[in-house]
């Protein structure tokens, strides 16, 4: 089992920033696909960012790139989700997520067997 805990979500301005983490326990989570889901109100769960157990490959939704960069400290067993530029559509409860997909599951919920409870992340225009 790996137990997952977000952190870092809040209230900011459109333009804004945020740094969310993932803290992971349990076993060898340094060995699983790390990636961030986000679920805004009356939406389904959708896939943000991803990095792989070496932090060598990262993988992001169009609408986030060159404005979010997911990171990883293997040694503090830690995912982050720096996310600059904030738009009022990024509002949503944002989970962390961890687990070995295929290549045809990485940003899809069922390559994920681990899931933190999320953080509200709003962002005011």
């Known amino acids: 089992q790996v137990q997952l805990v977000e952190s870092g979500g809040g209230l900011v301005q459109a333009g804004g920033s945020l740094r969310l983490s993932c803290a992971a326990s349990?076993?060898?989570?340094?060995?699983?696909?790390m990636a961030w889901f986000r679920q805004a109100p009356g939406k389904a769960r959708e896939f943000v960012a991803l990095i792989g157990w070496s932090g060598g490959m990262t993988q992001y939704v169009d609408s986030v790139k060159a404005r979010f960069t997911i990171s990883r400290d293997n040694a503090k067993n830690t995912v982050y989700l720096q996310m600059n530029s904030l738009k009022p559509e990024d509002t949503a409860v944002y989970y962390c997520?961890?687990?070995?997909?295929?290549?045809?599951?990485?940003?899809?919920?069922?390559?994920?067997?681990?899931w933190g409870q999320g953080t509200q992340v709003t962002v005011s225009s």
């Open positions: 997520a961890a687990g070995n997909p295929s290549a045809a599951q990485t940003t899809g919920r069922q390559g994920y067997a681990y």
């Open positions: 349990g076993r060898t989570p340094v060995r699983y696909v």
